[in-house]
Each structure stands twice: as C-alpha cells, then as structure tokens.
C-alpha cells in the first residue's frame, strides 16, 4: 500500500533553514514523480517543487525558486525539500504527493496543479517567527 509521511517542519527563525522529509512505502521514490505542496491559512494550495523520476527535471515555483531545494535519496526512499532563507511567506503545511504513474516525470505544464498526483501525506507545519 502506498503511503508517504512528511517530517521536518516546526519552528524557525527568519532567514533560517529547514529540511522536510518524506518517507515513501510502498513503492520506491526513485521510479514516481514526487511534489511539494504547501497550504497557508486562507489561502489555495501551492505547488512548490517537483522532482522527475526519469528524465531528470526538477521544477520550482517563482515563491521559493533560488531557495529551496527538492532532491531524493534511493537509499533512503525519501524525498527532501531543503528550504533557507525563510520569510514570512513560507509559514504553512506541507504536503508530500504522488504521481502514481510509474516512471512519471514532471509535467512541463502542470506540474503545480494537484490534479496529477494520488497518495499524499498528512503535512508537516512549518512556522517562521520574525
């Protein structure tokens, strides 16, 4: 059965760093598509970052472009979003999710609508305290 497991938020200061995680079972992060979302209080769900899983793109959003980093590690069968520079727009839930398809890549045009993806986590929250 799949099932993905965010961990990672909490409490950061202003300027400073967090890595999430996401921890697959079930089915091995190295052959799906996987995002990044994130959901602020009122506000719509963002599509944040995207990982391929065979043709190697990576995609971001203008939000976090240039500052957060999504990568996977095999061995582990996570995936990770390193986030620096944090500011008063970044505090929300993050939500891991899935393109069920196997091999899938990221869509070139799409890719931040959650329409694509199948399993998602529970969310990890992440404050930014100025």
């Known amino acids: 059965q799949v099932h993905v497991v965010e961990s990672g938020g909490g409490l950061v200061q202003s300027g400073g760093s967090l890595r999430l995680a996401c921890a697959a079972s079930?089915?091995?992060?190295?052959?799906?598509?996987m995002s990044w979302f994130r959901q602020a209080p009122g506000k719509e769900r963002e599509g944040i970052a995207c990982?391929?899983?065979?043709?190697?793109?990576?995609y971001y959003s203008d939000s976090v472009k240039g500052r957060f980093t999504i990568s996977r590690i095999y061995e582990d069968n996570r995936v990770y979003l390193q986030m620096s520079s944090l500011n008063a727009e970044d505090p929300a839930v993050y939500y891991c999710a899935v393109d069920g398809s196997f091999r899938s890549n990221c869509r070139s045009v799409g890719w931040a609508s959650g329409t694509w993806y199948d399993y998602w986590g529970q969310g990890t929250r992440v404050t930014v305290s100025s």
């Open positions: 990982i391929s899983s065979s043709d190697g793109n990576v």
């Open positions: 079930g089915f091995s992060v190295d052959y799906y598509a």
